[in-house]
């Protein structure tokens, strides 16, 4: 998946249970409510340093039941909040 510059949601339930448990990580991580996050929200500026995203991505993988990075057969790095939902829209099992 190389390239993800057309952002299209096609499943709401997945995008609300990403910013559902994003809330979850920040606020564990420092008791605040996390940014707003838009499709065009950088990741490195959301608040979560690489722990928080490991742990916000196993938690996804416990809620959603899958993991889109290991499922991938192309390594993927999403820059942004959208190319994050679009990979795991694009990756969920069929």
Same mark, same amino acid.
């Given at each position: 998946?190389? +390239?993800?510059?057309? %952002?299209? @949601?096609?499943? #709401? +339930? %997945?995008?609300? @249970? %990403?910013? $559902? ?13 996390? $940014? #707003? ?8 500026? +959301? ?6 995203? $490991? %742990? ?11 993991? !889109? =990075?290991?499922?991938?057969?192309? !390594?993927?790095? #999403?820059?942004? =909040?959208?190319? =994050?939902? @679009?990979f795991y829209e694009s990756n969920r099992p069929s």
């Amino acid at each position: 998946m190389n +390239s993800q510059a057309a %952002i299209v @949601t096609t499943d #709401p +339930s %997945i995008r609300n @249970t %990403i910013l $559902a448990l994003y809330e979850e990580v920040v606020q564990g991580k420092d008791g605040a409510s996390g $940014a #707003p996050l838009t499709d065009d929200t950088v990741l490195l500026e +959301s608040g979560l340093d690489s722990l928080g995203f $490991a %742990i916000l991505v196993a938690r996804l993988d416990e809620e959603l039941g899958y993991d !889109p =990075f290991s499922l991938s057969d192309d !390594p993927y790095y #999403p820059q942004t =909040f959208g190319e =994050f939902v @679009t990979f795991y829209e694009s990756n969920r099992p069929s």
